[in-house]
């Protein structure tokens, strides 16, 4: 990594990017542009709040990840949440509160983070957790749904609350979604979509890029398509391996390079949408952004993990603020140590490295014990 990158700088270039592509795909629409409008005023001020604490020696990451249930629906094929046994059939057990949700929102919101994530698990279960995030109107809250829980009462909070978008994952056409989705799934979705254009509510989609649908899912056929039943939002994930069997459906440098040249087109000729990629090219941002340098990632047990693909904790935000598991020493060593930087082969460094990050996560537990 550059010795000389300034991951403040490339943090708060990011944001004001998604900031600036949002309110220009929102143009059209009156109450989404008016919100993006709003909601661009108080990132600026956010921004300054994350920079004031740089100064002072303390790095604040602009976006979290939060995985508010571990309960979901769905068993997609080779799903990293299930197959890391984060997400099961089960009854939830000593999951996090909506209260303890909400009070992690506000931590946030003093903090200066811009972004929440919510995921799962299926995050529609955890209608309270929800409720809470439409009452932060300064921080944007995705919804990583699978679509099959959203009905009225979803698509009335919504509407209300403008920061909370639902981010419907989908694989490419019906075939391809169904075949790993399950089916009827993608009927559901499309469903879906046209209620929520129909309401003037904007909307985006999560899509799993593996080397089966790369090509399909950067189509101008598929993007295309989402763009004219009102999608304004894609968000591209590599997929990462979590079993051996799996390892083949993981982009490789001729996927990812392929990808970014198709993001790079896709900017250019549809301005009326915004596209993210993750991890997209870790070059450019001097390395993985994981493990608090750009996000991280909260279970919905409360662990502090660097990331989904990472589910590794010393620390727990029902002890600790969310201001020391940001600094946990988990997160410090992996950064400090170099591991967030390294070369790797894929898409996902901390998965490829996860003996290492599993070594010190037991040194750690070892001398605290």
């Avoid at 209608?127 to 990583?144: H, Q, T, Y």
């Avoid at 790369?214 to 997929?239: D, H, M, N, P, Q």
Wanted: charged fraction near 30%; include cysteine; glycine fraction near 10%.
């Amino acid at each position: 990594m550059d010795k000389g990158f300034d991951i403040q700088e490339y943090m708060t270039r990011g944001v004001e990017r998604i900031v600036a592509d949002a309110m220009r795909a929102t143009l059209k629409n009156p109450r989404e542009s008016a919100y993006m409008v709003r909601f661009a005023a108080a990132s600026r001020a956010a921004s300054k709040k994350r920079a004031a604490m740089e100064k002072k020696g303390e790095h604040i990451p602009p976006f979290l990840i939060a995985s508010i249930t571990s309960s979901c629906n769905l068993h997609c094929a080779g799903c990293y949440s299930r197959c890391n046994h984060a997400t099961n059939d089960e009854a939830p057990v000593a999951q996090l509160s909506d209260e303890e949700w909400s009070r992690i929102f506000d931590e946030a919101d003093d903090l200066g983070v811009s972004f929440i994530l919510l995921a799962g698990g299926e995050p529609l279960l955890r209608k309270g957790v929800i409720d809470a995030a439409g009452d932060r109107p300064d921080i944007l809250f995705p919804v990583f749904t699978n679509g099959t829980f959203m009905g009225e009462k979803y698509f009335e909070l919504f509407d209300r609350c403008r920061n909370i978008i639902p981010i419907m994952s989908i694989e490419g056409n019906k075939d391809t979604t169904d075949a790993r989705r399950g089916i009827g799934v993608h009927d559901k979705l499309i469903s879906n979509m046209e209620e929520l254009n129909r309401r003037g509510l904007i909307f985006g989609a999560s899509v799993t890029v593996t080397t089966e649908n790369c090509r399909e899912v950067t189509s101008e056929e598929f993007i295309g398509g989402l763009s004219e039943k009102g999608g304004k939002l894609v968000i591209f994930v590599e997929f990462v391996p979590v079993t051996d069997e799996s390892s083949e459906l993981a982009p490789g440098d001729e996927e990812r390079e392929y990808l970014r040249a198709e993001i790079e087109r896709l900017r250019t000729e549809h301005p009326e949408m915004v596209f993210v990629s993750f991890p997209g090219d870790e070059k450019s941002s001097g390395g993985c952004i994981a493990a608090g340098r750009g996000f991280f990632h909260i279970n919905s047990h409360g662990g502090a993990e660097p990331c989904p693909f990472s589910p590794y904790s010393d620390v727990n935000v029902r002890d600790a603020s969310l201001r020391d598991a940001m600094n946990s020493k988990l997160f410090r060593g992996l950064i400090d140590g170099g591991l967030l930087d390294d070369d790797h082969k894929g898409g996902c460094v901390l998965y490829e490295k996860r003996e290492q990050v599993v070594g010190m996560q037991r040194n750690l537990q070892s001398v605290s014990g």
